[in-house]
């Protein structure tokens, strides 16, 4: 970790990730507090299950809405899809939307501070049900992975905020790689079904 609880460190560049349920004021009015709060307790115990896979840390709950934080940006971006397919296909629980943002941000007496924490928390609330909406900073941080579809680039006036955020839908896709390594499998794969001996592709083929 790069910081000290209970300490101050600089503003470096940290992914946040903001979620919360759609509905969930609504449900807590029809199904009353104990059903509400099983259901966020639910939802945060998913949540909590895919954490170490990707590296993220639990930083608060509040209601029905949690907030962590993950240290490597490609990490935070894929920590939100696999949240978001983990609660899609739950039954029990409203859906959830979930808002992820690179930039800076304080550590100081257990919680953050900063911009990033602001833009996250904003785009959670800008998201539809079952979306994770990442702004165009996170993406380009986290290097814009190719099974990555982060939809189309737009501004997101948010609340509190002097300038637009661009910000896309993310959503998981087929990775199609690139010609090159295609010629390359193609080439691996003759010469296994021929028993060829050394295959020399020339530069031609394999960039072509």
Avoid at 13 to 29: C, P, Y
Avoid at 114 to 129: D, H, K, P, Q, Y
Avoid at 153 to 168: C, D, F
Avoid at 170 to 199: S, Y
């Amino acid at each position: 970790m790069q910081y000290v609880k209970g300490g101050v460190v600089a503003s470096e560049a940290h992914t946040f990730l903001f979620m919360d349920l759609v509905g969930f004021s609504a449900l807590t009015a029809e199904r009353g507090d104990d059903r509400a709060a099983e259901v966020a307790l639910s939802l945060y115990a998913r949540v909590r299950s895919v954490l170490a896979l990707h590296r993220g840390e639990e930083i608060k709950t509040i209601g029905d809405a949690m907030m962590v934080r993950c240290e490597d940006p490609r990490e935070g971006v894929e920590l939100g899809l696999k949240i978001s397919e983990e609660i899609a296909g739950e039954d029990d629980l409203p859906p959830l939307r979930i808002g992820v943002h690179t930039g800076s941000a304080v550590y100081r007496d257990g919680d953050w501070y900063g911009s990033a924490v602001n833009v996250a928390a904003r785009l959670c609330s800008a998201a539809g049900g079952g979306e994770v909406l990442i702004s165009e900073a996170a993406r380009e941080a986290a290097g814009s992975p190719c099974e990555i579809d982060f939809g189309v680039r737009r501004l997101h006036w948010l609340k509190n905020l002097p300038e637009p955020v661009a910000a896309g839908s993310a959503v998981r896709r087929e990775c199609e790689p690139a010609p090159a390594q295609r010629t390359l499998r193609a080439i691996a794969t003759l010469k296994a079904r021929r028993g060829l001996g050394t295959l020399r592709p020339r530069h031609s083929e394999v960039t072509g």
